[in-house]
């Protein structure tokens, strides 16, 4: 079985931090690429943050310089370190992995930032 678990939404302030976490266990070929999507309700599904094996990482444009992705390979973790957190930010956010595209997921954890 294959198996994506994040940790450490909940609700905060806006200006606060989270640090989201996620794990991967199971029959995973590979997790090369792994990333973080975010849905809010009514809106479309966007990719937040990627990062590759080797460190090579994407954002998208509406969290540069707020959000850090990194990745622990040991542990098959991948984390996300969202600070000056945003209102906008709320949303259930899902932790993915693939090699070179996202093929797991996982359930999601919910950000709420309250203004």
């Known amino acids: 079985q294959v198996q994506l678990v994040e940790s450490g939404g909940g609700l905060v302030q806006a200006g606060g931090s989270l640090r989201l976490s996620c794990a991967a266990s199971g029959a995973i070929f590979s997790t090369n690429l792994m990333g973080w999507y975010r849905q809010a309700p009514g809106k479309q599904r966007e990719l937040v943050a990627s990062i590759t094996s080797s460190g090579n990482t994407n954002y998208a444009d509406s969290v540069k310089g707020r959000f850090t992705i990194s990745r622990d390979n040991a542990k098959s973790s991948v984390y996300l370190q969202m600070n000056s957190l945003k209102p906008e930010d709320t949303a259930v956010y899902y932790c993915?992995?693939?090699?070179?595209?996202?093929?797991?997921w996982g359930q999601g954890t919910q950000v709420t930032v309250s203004s």
């Open positions: 993915s992995t693939g090699t070179l595209y996202f093929r797991y």
